[in-house]
C-alpha cells in the first residue's frame, strides 16, 4: 500500500523503490496506465470465452478452412437426409449418385476463402454438366451459389465483387432462359426464372457489400480507437510531465529560499560571534536545521525530476579533477596510450565544473577506445584566470558520421559546458585523428559570475 505523508504542503507517495512522488503526480500516472474494462465478443468484461470454449472458438478462427469444411458436410449430410426420407419414386437418381454430386457441388464451399475463383470456375462447370443430365438438380450447388455469392461481395473490393458476381450468376440467368425443362417443371415462363435468379444474386451481393462495410467501419473504429487511446496515454503523460515541472519549480524556490536564508544567518553570525556567541549559535542552529530541510527539499527535487526509466540515485561520490589521473590509469589498462597533461593551477572549481571536465574527459577517451582502433591519446588540461581548457586528441579513426548521430555522448558533453558558459568544439583532425576541445569560464570567489566571458 501507499504511504501518505501529511508533514509537507504537497503529499508525497512512496514507491516500491523508496522513492517519495508527490501525490498528484501518482495519480495522473495511475490515470495515464489505467484502462477502462472492455466488454468483448463472448460478453464477459475481458472478452474470452470459458477456458474450454475459448480454445475451440481460437482454433475454428486459426482455420477457417475447417470451418467451411464442416459447412460443405452439413450441406452433403441435409442432402442426404431428405434423399432418405424422399419416397424411391420421387428420388431423381439413386443415392450413390446423389452423394457424388452432392459431394462435388459442395466442393466450392471449401474453396470459398482460399480459391474463391476457383470455386466459381468449378460451380460453373457443374451447372453445365448438370444441365445436360438429370444428376445435376442437387440441393449442394444452391448452397454452393449463396455462399460464394456473400463471400465475393463480402470479402473483395467493389470492382472485384462485381466482377466475381457476374461471372458467377450470368451462366445461371442464361441456364434459367434456354432451360425449358424447368420452366416446364415450375410452369413458369423464362423470364420470371432470369427475374427470380438476378433477385437472388442482388440480396446476396448487397448483404455482402453490408458485411463488406461494416468491417472496414470496425476496423476504422479500432484504428480510431488505438490512435485516440495512444493520444490519451501521450496527454497524461505530458500531464505527468507538466506536473513534475511545476512541482519541481516549487521546490526549486523553496531550495533557493532556505540557502539564502543560511547565507544571511552565516553572515550575522559571523559579525555578532565574539560579542553575542549565544546569538551567533543560535544563528548556526538555525543554519543546521534550515540546511537540512534544505536537503530534504533538493533531494525530492531530484525524485520528482528522475524518470522511472533513470536507475535509483547512487549513493557513491560524484568524481572530480583528482579522479582523472585514475581514469586514465584505467584507459592504459585498457590497452590505450594516453598522456596527461596539466597546466595552471586549478585552484577552487565549483564541484559541477568539475564534474563536467571528468565527464569529457571519460567520453572523449571511451569514444576512442570504442572508435578509434590502435590509436594513441593525449589529454591537456590547462587552468587559467578567466578560462579553463581542456582537449582530448587521438591518433585513430574517430566515429563515422552515423555512428556520431545515433550517439549521445557529444550531445551530452555539449549540454554539459553550454551549463556552465562554455563552448564545445569536436571533429577530425588535419593530421589525423579526432579531436574534442572544450572552453569554459572561470567564475572566481568575489567576482560575478560570467565576469571573466568577455
Known amino acids: 500500500m501507499s504511504l501518505l505523508r501529511k508533514e509537507e504542503p504537497d503529499f508525497t507517495v512512496a514507491d516500491d523503490r523508496g522513492r517519495e512522488t508527490p501525490a498528484s503526480v501518482a495519480v495522473m500516472e495511475e490515470t495515464a496506465g489505467s484502462r477502462a474494462p472492455r466488454i468483448g465478443r463472448a460478453g464477459t468484461a475481458d472478452g474470452r470465452w470459458p ?4 480454445r475451440a472458438v481460437a482454433a475454428l ?11 460443405a458436410v452439413t450441406a452433403v449430410a441435409v442432402e442426404m437426409l431428405l434423399a432418405l426420407a424422399a419416397p424411391p419414386a420421387l428420388r431423381a437418381n439413386p443415392l450413390p449418385v446423389t452423394l457424388g454430386w ?16 476457383v470455386g466459381i ?47 458467377l450468376w450470368l451462366p445461371v440467368l442464361v441456364s ?89 544567518l552565516a553572515t550575522g553570525a559571523r559579525r555578532v560571534l565574539r560579542r553575542e556567541p549565544a546569538t551567533a549559535d543560535e544563528a548556526l542552529a538555525t543554519i543546521e536545521d534550515t540546511s537540512r530541510t534544505a536537503l530534504r527539499e533538493m533531494r525530492r527535487l531530484l525524485d520528482v525530476l528522475r524518470t522511472d526509466t533513470e536507475p535509483a540515485a547512487d549513493l557513491a561520490p560524484q568524481p572530480s579533477l583528482a579522479g582523472i589521473e585514475t581514469l586514465v590509469e584505467q584507459v592504459r589498462e585498457a590497452g590505450l596510450p594516453v598522456q596527461l597533461r596539466v597546466d595552471g593551477d586549478a585552484g577552487t572549481l565549483d564541484p559541477g565544473v568539475a564534474l563536467t571536465i571528468y ?37 585513430g579513426r574517430g566515429p563515422t558520421a552515423e555512428q556520431n548521430a545515433l550517439g549521445h555522448g557529444l550531445v551530452g558533453m555539449r549540454e554539459r559546458v553550454a551549463l556552465y558558459g562554455g563552448v564545445l568544439r569536436t571533429g577530425p583532425r588535419p593530421g589525423g585523428g579526432f579531436r574534442v576541445f572544450a572552453k569554459i569560464p572561470v567564475d572566481q570567489l568575489g567576482r560575478p559570475a560570467g565576469e571573466g566571458a568577455r
Open 121 to 167: 470456375v468449378w460451380t460453373t462447370a457443374l451447372l453445365v454438366v448438370g444441365l445436360r443430365t438429370d444428376a445435376g438438380d442437387t440441393l449442394t450447388i444452391v448452397v454452393s451459389y449463396a455462399v460464394l455469392g456473400y463471400t465475393v461481395a463480402a470479402h473483395f473490393t467493389l470492382r472485384r465483387a462485381v466482377a466475381a458476381t457476374a461471372a
Open 102 to 117: 452432392s459431394a462435388l457441388t459442395a466442393t466450392p464451399i471449401v474453396l470459398r476463402r482460399v480459391a474463391p475463383w
Open 176 to 264: 434459367g432462359a434456354i432451360d425449358s425443362e424447368a420452366q416446364r417443371a415450375f410452369q413458369v415462363s423464362a423470364l420470371f426464372l432470369v427475374l427470380n435468379n438476378l433477385l437472388v444474386a442482388l440480396v446476396l451481393f448487397f448483404i455482402g457489400r453490408t458485411v463488406h462495410a461494416r468491417r472496414a467501419a470496425v476496423r476504422a473504429l479500432e484504428e480510431r480507437a488505438r490512435v485516440a487511446e495512444g493520444n490519451q496515454r501521450a496527454l497524461a503523460e505530458q500531464a505527468v510531465a507538466d506536473e513534475r515541472r511545476r512541482i519541481a519549480r516549487e521546490l526549486h524556490d523553496v531550495v533557493a529560499h532556505h540557502v539564502s536564508v543560511m547565507g544571511v
Open 359 to 395: 565527464r569529457i574527459v571519460q567520453e572523449a577517451l571511451t569514444n576512442v577506445l570504442k572508435h578509434g582502433g590502435p590509436a594513441t591519446a593525449a589529454v591537456g588540461l590547462r587552468f587559467g584566470v578567466y578560462w579553463l581548457t581542456v582537449e582530448v586528441c587521438d591518433t
Open 61 to 71: 478462427r486459426a482455420r477457417p478452412v475447417v470451418i467451411d469444411a464442416l459447412l
Open 51 to 54: 477456458r474450454g470454449a475459448g
